[in-house]
């Protein structure tokens, strides 16, 4: 019996094989193996991102390792902490568990977060009158108290 000779692989059907091998391979891997096998033109990224999704592959794909910035990785997060980290912290520094200040630094530290907090107090009291008519006295009061407090805080 003679052999049948296999019709042409096409595009898709490369892209679900190369997919079944490496589910991660994107469209720049899938052209690089279509340039590899002797094929010629390229697959169109629409095409290879089409039959990841047939293939319920889809998804944020994750590129190769990033270049280096030269720094070490410190394992320190940047930026600011969220306020309930924050809030969360402020009765740590107050009993002095502060590893590695001292004494004088940790009262000064506490104190002036207490400080920061008694005026932020203050700010939202004085946008709660500033809604009500008539009270300008008891706005510039509060206004007055609050400069007096800056000059504490320094």
């Known amino acids: 019996m003679p ?9 898709t059907e490369f892209i679900k094989q190369a997919l079944f091998n490496d589910e991660f391979a994107n469209a720049a891997s899938i052209n690089d193996l279509w340039a590899e096998s002797g094929r010629d033109g390229t697959i169109s990224v629409s095409l290879v991102n089409k039959m990841r999704s047939d293939m319920g592959l889809t998804g944020n794909l994750r590129r190769g390792p990033k270049a280096s910035s030269g720094k070490p ?35 000064r530290n506490a104190r002036l977060n207490r400080l920061v907090d008694v005026e932020t107090d203050i700010d939202r009291l004085l946008f709660k009158v500033m809604a009500f008519e008539g009270l300008a006295d008891v706005e510039d009061s509060l206004r007055q108290a609050r400069r007096a407090l800056y000059r504490v805080i320094g």
């Open 3 to 11: 052999e049948t000779v296999g019709r042409n692989q096409g595009k």
């Open 73 to 107: 990785y410190t394992g320190k997060k940047r930026g600011r902490k969220p306020k309930s980290a924050q809030a969360e912290a402020a009765p740590a520094m107050e009993s002095g568990s502060a590893a590695g200040s001292s004494p004088s630094f940790r009262g």
